[in-house]
Every structure is written in structure tokens, then in C-alpha cells.
């Protein structure tokens, strides 16, 4: 890179990501092929996703997040919560602020070292779903929280093979060509569950996935009794509250809370 680019890495219930400040358009393109690099780990910063703060037309500032494999996904919940951390730390946007992302305008609130995300409705609820792997069908539910997601519960979440299984049901036939997150839920109270996911763009296992846990929150409500406001638990041990109303059946108002931490700020070279 001829010049230096500033960055900060942050990191919210174990997702980590490396956010820039993009308002001047001065991030490489194409982004996707910038975004391969940083999120190598060992030979790079190394992250789940890098996102970029841009100007907006609609809301304080618009988020774009690049996974892993260069692909870009509509948004991320994780990630939005730590955009809008960056965004108030470098006083770019005020405590209640407007976040433009691909899945529309999402509002975030930061609550001392927890930020509280809007997110946008669910939607395409589908379940019973009979998903043709190699060595047996599996029946899952689907569900999209501003991405889509699989969830399947399960009764012991720490054996359960999320590496191979998720990548399967990531690329099925039934959910292409966009493909789909996998996330593996055990109900562990009323309103409490544990959750584990597999990430597309990651392709791997994430400690943690912000719409994964709202989606597996609203699944295990519908299906399983859970009760609002839930606490999820994410594989990095963190907890994430996601809170919903439902109105003539459906779900709305779902509000994500969680931790977002600032780690360390660097410039890339």
C-alpha cells in the first residue's frame, strides 16, 4: 500500500472485526480483494470481517462489512454494535444513532459498555426444512434476521460436530445460490440458550454471530417456548440479550444487546 491506513480492531462477544473510517473514500478497490488480506490471520491484522464507515443519505453513517472470502454480506449484528462503538467513540455519530446497512436503517443506542441494536424484522420463516446431506437427511428451520440462518436445536451443543454439519447445510442445495448461516442451539431455560455457529464468508466457526443468535432467540421462542427477554450464550462464552414483541404473528421490535470493545488501533502499511 503506498499510503497508511488507519484502522481500529474491535471485537463484540468474540466476533472481531477491523473497522475503518471510509467517509473520504480512500479504502482500496476492489474492497473484496483488501478485505482477503487483512482478515488473514498470522499473515494480517486477521478478523471475522472488515467494515467500513461511510457517508449516508439516510442515517449518521452507512456500514459496509467484507467477510473473510471478499463477499459481502447484507449486514452483520455483531458487527453493527461495534460500528457503533467506533462511531461514538470518534464522535461520528451521537449515543442513539441511525446505521444505513444492506438489510436497511438499523438504530443503535450505546449503553455504557454495551450497545443495544434495532434490528430490521425477520423474515421467510420456514420450518421442517429436509436438508439431503451425504450420510442423512436432517430436518432444520430457516429464518432470516438481515441474513440468512438455519437453526437446528440440539440436546449436548459442546459434541455437536458444528464444523462438518454446518458446512454441509451451508452450501445445500435447498438454500442456494446465496447459502445460508448454520447455527446449533440447545435450550437451556426459559429464557435462557446456548448457541454455536458456522459462518458463511468465515466458512469456519465463529466464537460468536449477533443475527445467529437473534434468529436461534426467535426460533427457540416460536418452537421451544423460550420466553422474551432471552439470554443467549454464545461459543465464546459471552452473552448477548435479545429482546422481541410479536404482533398478529409475527416478530418485530427485536432489540440485540451486547458488548462491543474497542481492542487496539494500528495502521496498515
Known amino acids: 500500500?503506498?499510503?497508511?491506513?488507519?484502522?481500529?480492531?474491535i471485537e463484540g462477544a468474540g466476533n472481531d472485526f477491523v473497522v475503518i473510517d471510509d467517509r473520504d473514500g480512500v479504502f482500496p478497490v476492489p474492497e473484496s480483494n483488501m478485505a482477503l488480506e487483512l482478515c488473514a490471520?498470522?499473515?494480517?491484522?486477521?478478523?471475522?470481517?472488515?467494515?467500513?464507515?461511510?457517508?449516508?443519505?439516510?442515517?449518521?453513517?452507512?456500514?459496509?462489512?467484507?467477510?473473510?472470502?471478499?463477499?459481502?454480506?447484507?449486514?452483520?449484528?455483531?458487527?453493527?454494535?461495534?460500528?457503533?462503538?467506533?462511531?461514538?467513540v470518534n464522535r461520528i455519530a451521537p449515543e442513539k444513532m441511525k446505521i444505513e446497512t444492506g438489510a436497511g436503517v438499523l438504530e443503535a443506542n450505546i449503553l455504557g459498555e454495551n450497545v443495544r441494536v434495532l434490528m430490521s424484522n425477520p423474515s421467510d420463516f420456514r420450518k421442517d426444512i429436509n436438508v439431503s446431506l451425504p450420510e442423512r437427511t436432517l430436518t432444520v428451520d430457516f429464518i432470516n434476521t438481515g441474513v440468512p440462518h438455519v437453526v437446528i436445536f440440539v440436546d449436548d451443543i459442546e459434541k455437536t460436530d458444528v464444523a462438518s454439519i454446518g458446512k454441509a447445510i451451508r452450501y445445500a442445495s435447498e438454500f442456494s445460490p446465496a447459502g445460508t448461516n448454520v447455527n446449533?442451539?440447545?435450550?437451556?431455560?426459559?429464557?435462557?440458550?446456548?448457541?454455536?455457529?458456522?459462518?458463511?464468508?468465515?466458512?469456519?466457526?465463529?466464537?460468536?454471530?449477533?443475527?445467529?443468535?437473534?434468529?436461534?432467540?426467535?426460533?427457540?421462542?416460536?418452537?421451544?417456548?423460550?420466553?422474551?427477554?432471552?439470554?443467549?450464550?454464545?461459543?465464546?462464552g459471552d452473552e448477548i440479550t435479545v429482546e422481541y414483541g410479536k404482533e398478529s404473528g409475527s416478530f418485530e421490535k427485536v432489540y440485540m444487546t451486547g458488548p462491543a470493545r474497542i481492542i487496539y488501533t494500528g495502521k496498515l502499511f
Open 1 to 9: 500500500m503506498k499510503t497508511r491506513l488507519q484502522f481500529t480492531k
Open 41 to 88: 490471520r498470522k499473515k494480517s491484522v486477521g478478523a471475522d470481517g472488515v467494515i467500513l464507515l461511510q457517508k449516508s443519505n439516510s442515517a449518521d453513517f452507512k456500514m459496509r462489512i467484507f467477510n473473510p472470502d471478499g463477499g459481502e454480506p447484507e449486514m452483520c449484528g455483531n458487527g453493527a454494535r461495534c460500528i457503533a462503538r467506533f462511531a461514538y
Open 184 to 236: 446449533f442451539v440447545c435450550v437451556t431455560g426459559k429464557k435462557e440458550i446456548k448457541v454455536r455457529t458456522y459462518e458463511r464468508g468465515v466458512e469456519a466457526e465463529t466464537l460468536a454471530c449477533g443475527t445467529g443468535m437473534v434468529a436461534s432467540c426467535i426460533l427457540a421462542s416460536e418452537l421451544k417456548g423460550v420466553v422474551s427477554p432471552v439470554k443467549a450464550v454464545a461459543g465464546s
